[in-house]
């Protein structure tokens, strides 16, 4: 069984668009994650829940909305897609708050055209 | 916050030979460092993690030793092999979450050579 996984793999779109990204863990983790990895292989937070409750949001732009409906589960929609936002997407969980031991998702490929 | 530098960027050796990736950290209240591997096209893994009261850790042939008067760690592989090919991220976190809990280097793309 897949610890953590999120979907889709490939998502290409049209500038302008809204798109979401779901990801689910069966790890019974408490904590939940995004992180961002660009062109150049960064690897960059954008938000963390635990327990279904916001604990990082880090500076990106509010077109990036996270929803976590239960603590198993952690969605990523993204309103007015830009040519920026190309990039792999992961979703990660910990089982405490410090971001420590991460699991990652098998990544989201978004492409911007 | 926390700033985390990690050398060399691309780092290719020989099958069989050691290699080493060094990463310095900014932040002496940090005291947890965690090394992920990321093969290509594929997820961060997590493999080998350090806390600060300890100064060396190994797991058969990979290891990593700890500095924290001078602020820098570094992973050690021992008799590569091709699966060892991959991008390795350094880490390093405060240990208590928040925004600043856990910065990643930049990334080295280790290449193992036949």
């Known amino acids: 069984d897949t610890a953590v996984s999120q979907t889709p793999k490939y998502l290409v779109t049209q500038m302008g668009n809204d798109k979401s990204i779901k990801c689910e863990q069966n790890l019974g983790h408490d904590t939940m994650y995004w992180y961002k990895q660009d062109s150049k292989k960064f690897l960059k937070i954008m938000f963390s829940?635990?327990?279904?409750?916001?604990?990082i949001n880090e500076t990106v732009p509010n077109r990036f909305s996270p929803k976590s409906p239960d603590k198993a589960h952690l969605n990523l929609h993204i309103n007015s897609l830009e040519l920026g936002d190309s990039a792999v997407y992961f979703c990660?969980?910990?089982?405490?708050?410090?971001?420590?031991?991460?699991?990652f998702g098998s990544g989201t490929q978004l492409s911007v055209l | 916050g926390e700033n985390v530098e990690q050398h060399p960027s691309t780092l290719s050796v020989q099958e069989g030979d050691s290699a080493v990736i060094k990463c310095t950290y900014s932040d002496s209240a940090s005291n947890y460092f965690p090394w992920y591997k990321q093969e290509l096209g594929k997820r961060p893994q997590l493999i080998i993690d350090i806390r600060s009261n300890v100064g060396e850790k190994k797991d058969q042939r990979i290891a990593v030793t700890l500095n924290k008067t001078a602020k820098h760690f570094s992973l050690h592989i021992t008799e590569t092999q091709p699966e060892d090919s991959a991008v390795y991220f350094c880490?390093?976190?405060?240990?208590?979450?928040?925004?600043?809990?856990?910065?990643f280097g930049k990334g080295t793309h280790l290449i193992i050579q036949p």
């Open positions: 990660a969980s910990s089982q405490g708050q410090g971001q420590e031991k991460l699991f």
């Open positions: 880490a390093a976190s405060l240990g208590g979450g928040g925004a600043d809990g856990l910065t």
């Open positions: 829940y635990n327990n279904k409750e916001l604990i």
